[in-house]
């Protein structure tokens, strides 16, 4: 409908918004990070200084000030560098938009994918053991991709699908066997691709939100709530259709139909 179209116009350029916001962040937050950094080194040095001087009320007052100005300026780098972590996953979430649309190996794209991001997640301070497994059509023939956005897509949806059954095996223990099985089949005109975790689930109370910017249940600075809304813009710039389907404590299968051949 109209009032569909003007919604997903609406957070296509919230998404390019974002980008640009992060940008424009990244550079002053840099200076604050660095000059924060910069004073505390100052003030260690100003304390080393400090038994050169005699004792008396004044220094101690000197001492009691530079311990303040110290104790906010780590409170500064703290939240500095957790501000630098929020748009950094902004800016990696959101499109580059530089690739280029052309016959890709789709099959070939999520094996290489996949193992990355079988390999970032192990290499995260609280990797998971999961199986990965790749059902993949191997008739599909190449398909108009833009490989470079495309590949995001397989790493959003990864990525998202391990942090899940992350708060699975937390909540339940290792009783629970963490599975994702990515599958691509030829159905003629179009090609399916999925991805499918045995995680926790989506409550259907937010299934309907899952796509909108800034929405997400992770708590701290881990979720940025873009991954899904960009993956989605992604999928709709290859004429593509993204279709969500879970079942509470089962299963969560992300369903993306793509045209085989695209203008
Ligand atoms: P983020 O990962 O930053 O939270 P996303 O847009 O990628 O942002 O995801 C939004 C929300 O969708 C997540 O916070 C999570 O609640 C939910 N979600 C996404 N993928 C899954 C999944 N495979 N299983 C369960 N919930 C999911």
Redesign the pocket.
């Known amino acids: 409908t109209q009032e569909q179209l003007i919604q997903q116009e609406k957070l296509a350029s919230l998404g390019q918004l974002t980008a640009g916001i992060a940008h424009e962040i990244k550079n002053p937050l840099n200076f604050v990070n660095n000059f924060s950094e910069l004073s505390v080194d100052f003030l260690d040095e100003i304390s080393e200084e400090m038994p050169r001087i005699p004792d008396s009320p004044e220094k101690e007052n000197i001492l009691d000030l530079l311990e303040n100005v110290k104790s906010n300026l780590v409170k500064i780098r703290h939240h500095g560098s957790r501000a630098d972590g929020i748009v950094r996953?902004m800016l990696m979430?959101s499109r580059g938009g530089t690739g280029t649309m052309e016959p890709s190996d789709l099959n070939a794209l999520i094996r290489e994918y996949a193992n990355l991001a079988f390999h970032g997640m192990r290499a995260n301070p609280n990797p998971i053991n999961v199986d990965i497994q790749l059902d993949l059509d191997e008739t599909l023939p190449k398909i108009k991709l833009n490989s470079e956005d495309f590949s995001r897509v397989i790493l959003?949806?990864l990525?998202?699908?391990f942090?899940?059954?992350r708060?699975k095996i937390e909540a339940q223990g290792s009783e629970y066997k963490a599975k994702v099985i990515i599958r691509t089949k030829d159905l003629g005109n179009r090609v399916l691709v999925e991805?499918e975790?045995n995680?926790?689930?989506?409550p259907d109370e937010?299934k309907d939100?899952?796509?909108?910017?800034?929405?997400?249940?992770?708590k701290g600075t881990?979720?940025?709530?873009?991954?899904?809304?960009?993956?989605h813009d992604i999928i709709k710039s290859h004429e593509g259709s993204l279709e969500?389907q879970?079942e509470a404590d089962t299963f969560?299968l992300?369903k993306i139909l793509l045209p085989k051949t695209i203008s």
Do not use: Y
């Open positions: 996953s979430h959003n949806l990525k998202n699908a942090d899940a059954m708060d991805v975790d995680g926790p689930g989506v937010i939100k899952l796509l909108m910017p800034f929405f997400t249940t992770k881990e979720g940025t709530g873009l991954g899904l809304s960009i993956t969500i879970s969560t992300f």
